[in-house]
């Protein structure tokens, strides 16, 4: 819902809030590995990053 918000806010630049989620671990090595991502944070606890 946070990111439905987010995209209809006009003011903001498409680029600025992006979400990423997966059950496995496919398009991880993908994103973490790809020179267009300048960053990556992290929200969950520490079972859920391992």
Known sequence: MLSEIIAD???LDPAVFNVF????????PELV???DVDV?????GSGSGA
């Open 9 to 11: 806010t006009p003011s």
């Open 21 to 28: 989620t997966e059950s496995g671990n496919a398009g991880a």
């Open 33 to 35: 590995s790809s020179p």
């Open 40 to 44: 990556i944070s992290h929200t969950g």
